[in-house]
């Protein structure tokens, strides 16, 4: 299975950006689906978006569309989650995710990051 490395997350305040970044190893990076689930203290985690194994196909949920931008670059095995006009209910540790596939999303995938913690301050 591919390892995942979450960076990038910080204290931001409500308005501002902030870019996640997801760093893979131990497998063939273009071959795996990527994704961004977050889970928010006291709640289930939730999907954010996912990409497929080329970036030409995108996909983020309504609650972040228009201000959350998923992409990736194979050539440095990378994926990000760009994070823009922060809401303080963004607030969420922030968790990439894997699985073989070239779709850009799964109801499951395999590999997981440690997280990133974001927090948006109002």
């Known amino acids: 299975q591919v390892q995942l490395v979450e960076s990038g997350g910080g204290l931001v305040q409500a308005g501002g950006s902030l870019r996640l970044s997801c760093a893979a190893s131990?497998?063939?990076?273009?071959?795996?689906?990527m994704a961004w689930f977050r889970q928010a203290s006291g709640k289930e985690r939730e999907f954010v978006g996912g990409?497929?194994?080329?970036?030409?196909?995108?996909y983020v949920v309504d609650s972040v569309k228009g201000r959350f931008t998923i992409s990736r670059d194979n050539a440095k095995n990378t994926v990000y989650l760009q994070m823009n006009s922060l809401k303080p209910e963004d607030t969420a540790v922030y968790y990439c995710?894997?699985?073989?596939?070239?779709?850009?999303?799964?109801?499951?995938?395999?590999?997981w990051g440690r997280g990133s913690q974001v927090t948006v301050s109002s």
């Open positions: 995710a894997a699985r073989l596939g070239h779709g850009a999303r799964y109801p499951t995938y395999d590999s």
């Open positions: 131990g497998g063939t990076f273009s071959s795996y689906a």
């Open positions: 990409i497929s194994w080329s970036g030409g196909s995108a």
